[in-house]
């Protein structure tokens, strides 16, 4: 991978950081954010947690087997009751795969450059007290349905680094505008002067690459116009989402309020 990845050290990660890994063979991957204490805080499908198939346990393995516990921590794969977001260690995170930080505020050139999209973003990051607080925060009051598309582990993570939502013609959310978000700017890109920046066609793989990197420009949160910051605080209302635990919702909203 040389200089297209962001492979970092155990020692060289910080509480608030986006870190990321990839599993099943970096066609897939997982992100989360670093809170300290060795613990990472992520957003995994909600089925999965309640399903006793296998089907993509290999995406989470191996922290997603509620019957395995954790060898070193005990309350790794904590979560709340219905909720997709979950605390783990460091260990079960990444599982057997390498430890990678993401990038914000990145240059729209760099942006450009990093051929794997979902690396890096051209927004700007919050301090770690706020990224670590949202992603306590949505620990204890969930964050809606994992969709693969729309609501995964990633937009998990860039939220609670950058605060930042899309925000589509309905006002705010995010359920059903895959063909917004997925289909529209990929069409556009593809009879656009930016498809002189794809890869030459050696391979379906490399034009599938090129075109998932030009998406992600498109719709990267940090040039996308339609994107509002929500306090966390005002997730669940904003995006219509059922709260599961009320009293915990209360409680925790009326503790520290870092909004930005
Ligand atoms: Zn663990």
Known sequence: MGLLTNRVDRSEIKPGDHIYTYRAVFTYSHHGIFVGGSKVVHFRPEQNLNSSTATTSDFYEPTSSLSSPCPTFPDCGFRQPNSGVVLSCLDCFLGNGSLYCFEYGVTPSVFLAKVRGGTCTTAASDPPEATIHRAMYLLQNGFGNYDVFQNNCEDFALYCKSGLLIMDKLGVGRSGQASSVVGAPLAALLSSPLKLLMPSPVGVATVTAGMYCMSRYATDIGVRSDVIKVAVEDLAVN??????????????????????
């Open 239 to 260: 995006l219509g989402w059922v709260c599961h635990d009320e009293d915990v919702a209360d409680n925790e909203a009326s503790n520290g309020q870092i909004v930005s």
